[in-house]
């Protein structure tokens, strides 16, 4: 959904094929975001907040039986590429009340998060989903806004 002052993209992960790490939104040409598109490379996806105010993360993360799917929130300064800077002190997650940027999956029990990143310090922000296994499963939306 694009308006002029909204831009929202959202992110589907369902038995990836295979447990490691993996980064969204895969950042293509001109800006366009696919749907559905991670990548392993952690550099290759950020969304960029030129042009916007405040930043908002919902979804939820999940995995079967003993298998655990963690989904961490980082950002970085536009220059570096490495996303090293950690959002929970500047994260607020509204389920919970609690200043957040990590959740994990497990037990087939879904873990629901919905941040507000207010005022965003970082230029590039994206999600990293670490899977244990093919069971890992994640829907992330991004909304961004202009105020």
């Known amino acids: 959904?694009?308006?002029?002052?909204?831009?929202?993209?959202?992110?589907?992960?369902?038995a990836g094929p295979a447990a490691g790490s993996y980064y969204g939104p895969i950042q293509l040409n001109a800006g366009v975001v696919g749907n559905t598109d991670w990548s392993a490379a952690s550099a290759a996806a950020f969304i960029s907040m030129d042009g916007f105010d405040h930043?908002?993360?919902?979804g939820y993360v999940t995995a079967a039986g003993a298998a655990t799917a963690t989904l961490t929130v980082e950002s970085d300064d536009g220059v570096?590429?490495?996303f090293l800077w950690n959002e929970t002190l500047g994260a607020?997650?509204?389920?919970?009340?609690?200043r957040?940027?990590?959740y994990v999956g497990t037990g087939g029990v879904n873990t629901y998060f919905?941040?507000?990143l207010d005022d965003a310090d970082g230029k590039l922000f994206h999600v990293k989903l670490v899977t244990s296994d093919v069971t890992g499963a994640a829907v992330v939306t991004f909304r961004q806004t202009k105020v």
């Open 1 to 14: 959904m694009t308006t002029q002052n909204v831009y929202q993209r959202r992110l589907v992960w369902t």
């Open 55 to 58: 930043l908002s993360i919902q």
């Open 80 to 82: 570096t590429m490495t």
């Open 92 to 98: 607020y997650d509204s389920t919970t009340n609690t």
């Open 100 to 102: 957040n940027a990590a």
């Open 114 to 116: 919905h941040l507000h």
